[in-house]
């Protein structure tokens, strides 16, 4: 009896070590799991991550453009539209502002609710001489007025991917849009743009 006491003190001491190294072993297999599946879903984020741009031109008619130039999907959410940082609701608003109060002639697709595949690009607003045509002849003053005046429209357009993730654009007619990351999109507001 008295040479098994040591056997029995060393097998508890290895068993204790085995339990241990096994312990520490599951950990590290956890902590490996955990960080593949945060890398996978940084993969899946960079292949749905939509890039917003908005635009203005005047060749050959002056036309604003929203574009996706990013690589998934962009689920337009809530749209404001401002004219001199005023907002306005709907496109006779924002010519009604631009040009001053009458009746007023362009084309428009509504953004509100779109989505936009990687690469698609759509024009978004198109003003019209009074005959209904677009606006090209640079000789025509209502064309030079408007080119002149497509720097004081602005947009607030936020959108997110197909995970739910937000972002706003703030851009002008003239001037390079900036993006911004947000946790998520405003409810509908007094400010909400209409079209």
């Not at 959410?77 to 306005?88: G, N, T």
């Not at 953004?111 to 001489?129: I, K, Q, R």
Request: glycine share 8%.
């Amino acid at each position: 009896m008295i040479g098994a006491v040591p056997e029995e003190k060393e097998t508890r001491t290895a068993s204790r070590y085995e339990t241990f190294i096994a312990t520490f072993i599951a950990l590290l297999a956890v902590c490996v799991a955990g960080y593949t599946a945060y890398m996978q879903r940084q993969q899946v984020r960079a292949a749905v991550w939509p890039i917003l741009e908005f635009d203005s031109s005047n060749g050959p008619d002056i036309h604003f453009t929203l574009s996706n130039k990013g690589v998934g999907p962009a689920i337009i959410r809530h749209v404001i539209v401002k004219v001199d940082d005023h907002p306005a609701k709907t496109w006779n608003e924002v010519l009604d502002k631009l040009l001053g109060p009458g009746k007023h002639r362009f084309s428009e697709s509504d953004m509100s609710g779109h989505v936009l595949a990687p690469n698609e690009s759509m024009t978004v607003f198109t003003p019209h001489d009074p005959e209904g045509n677009p606006l090209t002849d640079r000789s025509n003053p209502l064309w030079a007025e408007m080119n002149k005046d497509r720097g004081r429209l602005s947009v607030e357009i936020c959108y997110s991917s197909t995970l739910g993730e937000c972002w706003i654009l703030r851009a002008s007619g003239l001037a390079a849009g900036t993006t911004t990351q947000t946790g998520h999109c405003p409810t509908w507001s007094d400010v909400t743009f209409q079209q």
